[in-house]
């Protein structure tokens, strides 16, 4: 479906929105905007930023419209930054038409895990612990 639709259509900007742009949902959500009749040759991506010491958007602190005026004023001069990246179609062929493409000027960030995975690596980690103990207890005695 996404190859059909890069080749029917210009991908030409995704804007990607904080994880709690929906809140209470954190699900990762992106604007795609298109142009019909004519191939993707080149991707924009723009990654909106919270506001200066806002940790997420709520039902209190909802993403407001304000807050897209630096987005307008990039859409009419695109330049690379760090919250800016293009990336070209080859590029997207290679990646399985994969668009979830990292932004390029980030550095990498630690992995995140579901509640249920940390429990299970605590487990593992209380296992560990647990057959040191026994190994310490054991040449001492």
Not at 53 to 67: D, H, N, V
Request: hydrophobic share 35%; glycine share 2%; proline share 4%.
């Amino acid at each position: 479906m996404r190859e059909k639709l890069l080749t029917d259509c210009n991908l030409h900007t995704i804007i990607r929105l904080p994880s709690t742009a929906f809140f209470p949902a954190t699900v990762s959500t992106n604007l795609l905007f298109f142009t019909k009749g004519t191939p993707t040759k080149e991707i924009w991506y723009y990654e909106h930023k919270l506001p200066e010491g806002q940790k997420a958007y709520s039902k209190t602190k909802p993403i407001k419209l304000s807050e897209f005026d630096t987005i307008k004023e990039w859409w009419s001069n695109r330049e690379e930054n760090e919250q800016a990246w293009k990336v070209g179609i080859q590029t997207i062929e290679d990646n399985g038409f994969n668009l979830d493409i990292r932004n390029p000027h980030k550095e990498e960030e630690e992995d995140i895990h579901t509640s249920s995975e940390l429990l299970d690596m605590l487990h593992a980690s209380f296992i560990k612990s647990d057959e040191l103990l026994n190994t310490l207890k054991n040449e001492l005695n």
